[in-house]
C-alpha cells in the first residue's frame, strides 16, 4: 500500500559528503515522522535522525552536527545530508516512514529497502 524509495548511497572516502534521498507513495493518508536509520554488519539497527511534518528533527548523538534531515511534504519526501563522514558511518540506511494509510485511523511504520553508504579510502 505504501512504497519507500530511497537512492543515494554509495562509496565516499573519509571526510566526504553524500545526500541520502527517500519518497514515499502509495496510498497515503497522512505521513507523520519521517526518518532515518542505519544497521552496520554484525550490530542492531539504530537511528540516525528524524523529523516530523511540522519541521522538528532529532538526531543521534554520533551525529555530532554532521547530518542534517529535511524533508518536502508536497513531495512525501525526505532526505539526508551527509557531511565529514567517517568508516563508522558505514552502513545500510533505511528510511522510516509513519503513515496513516486511506481507510485506516491508526498509524503504520514502514521502510525502505535500504541503501549502502560506505566509508573507506
Known amino acids: 500500500q505504501v512504497q519507500l524509495v530511497e537512492s543515494g548511497g554509495g562509496l565516499v572516502q573519509p571526510g566526504g559528503s553524500l545526500r541520502l534521498s527517500c519518497a514515499a507513495s502509495g496510498s497515503i493518508l497522512r505521513l507523520n515522522a519521517m526518518g532515518w536509520y542505519r544497521q552496520a554488519p554484525g550490530k542492531q539497527r539504530e537511528l540516525v535522525a528524524t523529523?516530523?511534518?511540522?519541521?522538528?528533527?532529532n538526531y543521534a548523538d554520533f551525529v555530532q552536527g554532521r547530518f542534517t534531515i529535511s524533508r518536502d511534504n508536497a513531495k512525501n519526501s525526505v532526505y539526508l545530508q551527509m557531511n565529514s563522514l567517517k568508516p563508522e558511518d558505514t552502513a545500510v540506511y533505511y528510511c522510516?516512514?509513519?503513515?496513516?494509510?486511506?481507510?485506516?485511523?491508526?498509524?503504520?511504520?514502514?521502510w525502505g529497502q535500504g541503501t549502502q553508504v560506505t566509508v573507506s579510502s
Open positions: 522510516n516512514a509513519k503513515v496513516v494509510v486511506a481507510g485506516r485511523l491508526y498509524e503504520t511504520d514502514y
Open positions: 523529523g516530523t511534518r511540522g519541521g522538528t528533527t
